[in-house]
């Protein structure tokens, strides 16, 4: 074991943290990161816009294969012909998936450029902990711009949500944590990769489409449905809209909600496991710095 593998076992034989000085550490790095935030507010002001001008062209496919101003064809697969709130209610979400993926993975990417990941790591706390700091700002910045969206989208597109919005928001919540389970283990593969960039790129692009994020999944061909299905976020996807929108749900809502229960302790344990024995790897092979 090289030296730096030795003083990380070292810093993990200390006393673990209270759970007063783990808040303090979480929310200093929370702080840090909603201090670089506006530091660009630009970003801010684009987070808001970016998907607005990519739906306005589908707002438009819409409307020209609309008949007399519904969408038939749409309704024949989700249930509702207001296809808009059906896309803008997947963005929303697929938001938090790029929070979450960008806030862990991309994270470590930087610290690694930066040479800051050792040392950082050398704090006398939960390395996951450190992890899900980083990701704070970025679910409330998510939050807030995507909120935003959802107004000025409900003024130019018509959003209209006519369902139970508290059901679908508690419904998000095992959905969001079980997501933390796919974030750990993306920041390990991260760890043993050194990359970043397009990691994030593909595999948010490929949960969001086979979760549903713009269709319904029920579109998709014979042989890709079946993964979709065994994807959990798309139960998350479809009971939100099933709660807002009083779509067709692929299954009963309260038999997604326990999907997405199942889903959130097993991707929690899951990801966990992963990230702990990956990164014990890279200790071992005193790659953990490199990039």
């Given at each position: 074991m090289n030296t730096m593998s030795g003083m990380y076992t070292m810093s993990e034989s200390l006393s673990r943290p209270t759970q007063l000085s783990t808040l303090r550490a979480l929310m200093a790095i929370a702080r840090k990161d909603w201090h670089q935030f506006w530091r660009y507010p630009l970003n801010a002001v684009s987070s808001v816009l970016q998907p607005i001008v990519w739906l306005t062209p589908a707002f438009f496919m819409g409307r020209a294969f609309s008949v007399n101003g519904q969408?038939?064809?749409?309704?024949a697969y989700s249930g509702t012909t207001d296809y808009m709130s059906?896309?803008?209610?997947?963005?929303?979400?697929?938001n938090f998936i790029?929070?979450?993926?960008?806030?862990?993975?991309?994270?470590l990417k930087s610290d690694m450029d930066a040479g800051v990941l050792e040392s950082n790591w050398l704090a006398p706390v939960s390395r996951p902990l450190l992890l899900v700091g980083r990701t704070l700002t970025s679910l409330l910045t998510t939050f807030v711009t995507s909120l935003i969206m959802l107004v000025l989208a409900g003024l130019l597109f018509g959003f209209r949500p006519t369902g139970d919005v508290l059901a679908a928001f508690l419904t998000v919540a095992p959905m969001l944590i079980g997501l933390y389970g796919f974030g750990f283990a993306f920041a390990a593969l991260v760890l043993i990769m050194r990359e970043a960039n397009t990691m994030v790129d593909i595999?948010?692009?490929?949960?969001?489409?086979?979760?549903?994020?713009?269709f319904p999944v029920n579109s998709l061909p014979r042989w890709l449905f079946p993964i979709a299905l065994a994807v959990p976020l798309t139960y998350?996807?479809?009971a939100v809209r099933g709660w807002i929108l009083k779509t067709r749900t692929i299954?009963?809502?309260s038999t997604e909600v326990l999907v997405l229960v199942v889903f959130m302790f097993l991707m929690m344990a899951l990801?966990?496991?992963?990230?702990?024995?990956l990164e014990r790897r890279v200790r071992m092979l005193g790659t953990l710095g490199q990039h």
């Amino acid at each position: 074991m090289n030296t730096m593998s030795g003083m990380y076992t070292m810093s993990e034989s200390l006393s673990r943290p209270t759970q007063l000085s783990t808040l303090r550490a979480l929310m200093a790095i929370a702080r840090k990161d909603w201090h670089q935030f506006w530091r660009y507010p630009l970003n801010a002001v684009s987070s808001v816009l970016q998907p607005i001008v990519w739906l306005t062209p589908a707002f438009f496919m819409g409307r020209a294969f609309s008949v007399n101003g519904q969408a038939q064809g749409f309704a024949a697969y989700s249930g509702t012909t207001d296809y808009m709130s059906f896309i803008l209610l997947g963005t929303a979400l697929s938001n938090f998936i790029g929070a979450v993926f960008w806030g862990m993975g991309y994270s470590l990417k930087s610290d690694m450029d930066a040479g800051v990941l050792e040392s950082n790591w050398l704090a006398p706390v939960s390395r996951p902990l450190l992890l899900v700091g980083r990701t704070l700002t970025s679910l409330l910045t998510t939050f807030v711009t995507s909120l935003i969206m959802l107004v000025l989208a409900g003024l130019l597109f018509g959003f209209r949500p006519t369902g139970d919005v508290l059901a679908a928001f508690l419904t998000v919540a095992p959905m969001l944590i079980g997501l933390y389970g796919f974030g750990f283990a993306f920041a390990a593969l991260v760890l043993i990769m050194r990359e970043a960039n397009t990691m994030v790129d593909i595999s948010s692009f490929l949960v969001g489409l086979f979760s549903g994020q713009s269709f319904p999944v029920n579109s998709l061909p014979r042989w890709l449905f079946p993964i979709a299905l065994a994807v959990p976020l798309t139960y998350g996807f479809d009971a939100v809209r099933g709660w807002i929108l009083k779509t067709r749900t692929i299954l009963p809502l309260s038999t997604e909600v326990l999907v997405l229960v199942v889903f959130m302790f097993l991707m929690m344990a899951l990801g966990l496991t992963a990230f702990r024995a990956l990164e014990r790897r890279v200790r071992m092979l005193g790659t953990l710095g490199q990039h």
